[in-house]
């Protein structure tokens, strides 16, 4: 499941293969691919970049391919003269190659190209990147005060508008390390703890940008305190986890009936 973590260690892997290197092979079955496929061949990428969960491909004439993974989506990156699709050619979205390697992006639901201006003007809805070097506490600060109070604590964490780059697996692990219950109401959430959020996202997030695995117990197994541990013992109380639908959209959220509140 791709958040701001994956989108961090797919940009590094793939920045050695394409940074200020000529494109020399397009493939893909993205509308945006298929259309642009010429110019692509004539372009030189100029950097690989993440906000949140996007990704972004800047070109030297000043176009920019904007990646969106969603669910099933994920970045694969070889070094050596074909475009890496293995075995599911069928889903390839957009494949770059370059003198020294290539690069596939597999089953992304949003593959786009346009000037890099309205890329990011499309992208302004955006709260802070929860991985940025220097979070922007003054921007989240604003979008969470205002932050409805009949919503959840699970709806404000994965709200992109407040901060960019939390998905569902960083969610459940936030909530138990501050001992917020999922469901409980912004309106019982005061801004201290509403930062403190924010900060632990970014204190359990940030290892894992460089990982090929996801880590938030320090622990070899279990990696992860609740997600994904229905019915299995909490690392603190010994109370089984808890895994139901909650949030809107609805999607499987993991807790402790007992350390959480």
Not at 68 to 95: D, E, F, N, S, Y
Not at 161 to 177: C, D, T, W
Not at 208 to 231: C, F, H, I, K, M
């Amino acid at each position: 499941m791709p958040e701001g973590d994956s989108y961090t260690a797919a940009a590094r892997r793939m920045r050695p293969v394409l940074v200020e290197r000529p494109i020399l092979e397009v493939d893909g079955s993205a509308p945006a691919v298929r259309k642009h496929s010429a110019a692509l061949q004539q372009a030189t990428v100029t950097a690989v970049r993440t906000l949140g969960k996007h990704l972004l491909i800047d070109l030297d004439d000043g176009s920019t391919i904007h990646v969106h993974l969603g669910m099933p989506g994920h970045v694969r990156v070889r070094t050596g003269t074909a475009i890496p699709t293995g075995r599911q050619r069928g889903a390839l979205r957009l494949g770059l190659r370059t003198e020294v390697g290539g690069v596939a992006v597999m089953a992304a639901p949003t593959v786009e190209i346009d000037r890099r201006l309205r890329v990011e003007m499309g992208l302004e809805y955006l709260g802070p990147d929860v991985l940025a070097p220097e979070f922007d506490f003054d921007r989240f600060e604003t979008q969470a005060s205002r932050y409805p109070d009949d919503a959840s604590v699970s709806d404000f964490l994965l709200d992109q508008r407040v901060m960019a780059g939390i998905g569902n697996v960083y969610k459940s692990e936030v909530l138990f390390l501050e001992k917020l219950h999922p469901d409980r109401p912004m309106a019982t959430v005061d801004m201290d703890t509403r930062g403190a959020l924010a900060r632990r996202a970014r204190r359990i997030m940030y290892p894992n940008r460089a990982r090929g695995e996801r880590n938030t117990t320090g622990r070899r197994s279990p990696s992860l305190w609740v997600y994904g541990r229905d019915g299995e013992p909490c690392l603190r109380c010994r109370t089984a986890i808890t895994g139901d639908f909650l949030g809107a959209p609805e999607r499987v959220t993991y807790w402790c009936p007992t350390c959480q509140l």
